[in-house]
């Protein structure tokens, strides 16, 4: 039997927030049913971050069963979180 994590389609997700103006890069880290994501843009502005944000409560709502850890980061290029995978990057 599948746990919920087994059933997300990651790619299908991280290109939901990648299509966002200003994403950069997109990091996920699973551990069981909790997956932890952090959305590296290049302006931390607020109508970037709400955008991000209505993206973020879709997903909670979409997947109840799992346990998100959303973090939104102003980064860039070279920016990197070293325990996570890059699921999408536009750079």
């Known amino acids: 039997m599948a746990t919920p994590v087994q059933v997300i389609n990651i790619s299908a997700f991280a290109n939901l927030l990648g299509r966002l103006p200003h994403v950069l890069k997109v990091f996920a880290l699973q551990n069981g049913c909790s997956i932890s994501v952090w959305t590296v843009?290049?302006?931390?502005d607020?109508?970037?971050?709400?955008?991000?944000?209505?993206v973020e409560r879709d997903l909670f709502?979409?997947?109840p069963k799992i346990e998100f850890d959303f973090n939104v980061i102003e980064?860039?290029?070279t920016t990197t979180i070293p325990e996570a995978?890059?699921?999408?990057?536009t750079v």
């Open 85 to 89: 995978k890059l699921i999408y990057s």
């Open 61 to 63: 709502s979409d997947f």
């Open 75 to 77: 980064g860039d290029e």
């Open 46 to 54: 607020r109508k970037v971050r709400n955008q991000i944000y209505a």
């Open 41 to 44: 843009v290049d302006s931390f």
